[in-house]
């Protein structure tokens, strides 16, 4: 995928997250974008590892730093209490235009994403995408007592019962989202 696409990709996903009532932060990004590539299969080819809130990717946040370079996107504040919430700029609608066969081919796997993280707060999107990470390890009919123990063993601060809804979560996701072509 081109720059141009990855980047109208991004930014269609922030207007969506925006629009379910996402803060739009750098994590709700970070986690969006992971769940775009793991649950969808919209290839943006951003490289993620398991990190301290969950699945992180150096080559997003690296991309979120151009884009701001690059005027396209903006941090504003919200509140004093958290971190920055990230915004397309009016320079952004560019991309609509340049990625427009993209962003047509992959509208309902961002929709999608955007609905599913939407509203939730970090800590259960922490558990989320890192359930959906750990999800490729854990055989499709194993116990979901399994999945919830791999969880807690890489997030012990994770309770049972958030992990075992974690690890729900994650499977009837993984049957419900479309799947790019």
Not at 132 to 142: Q, S
Not at 154 to 161: D, G, N, Q, R, T
Request: proline share 6%; charged share 25%; with cysteine.
């Amino acid at each position: 995928m081109e720059s141009v696409e990855k980047k109208a990709i991004v930014i269609t996903l922030m207007r969506s997250l925006a629009e379910a009532g996402s803060w739009c932060g750098e994590t709700h990004l970070q986690k969006a974008v992971f769940m775009l590539q793991a649950l969808t299969g919209v290839p943006t080819g951003y490289d993620y590892i398991l990190y301290k809130h969950g699945p992180f990717s150096f080559d997003l946040r690296d991309e979120l730093a151009t884009m701001r370079a690059e005027n396209l996107v903006e941090l504003i504040i919200r509140s004093p209490d958290y971190g920055p919430a990230i915004i397309p700029t009016a320079n952004s609608d560019s991309l609509k235009k340049a990625a427009k066969e993209a962003l047509a081919k992959f509208q309902s796997e961002i929709a999608f994403v955007a609905q599913t993280v939407g509203k939730k707060g970090v800590a259960e999107l922490e558990r989320l995408a890192t359930a959906l990470f750990i999800f490729p390890d854990i055989p499709t009919d194993a116990p979901v007592e399994d999945g919830a123990r791999r969880l807690r063993a890489l997030k012990p601060h994770v309770s049972e019962a958030d992990a075992l809804a974690a690890i729900n979560e994650a499977r009837e996701l993984t049957k419900s989202a479309p799947r790019a072509a």
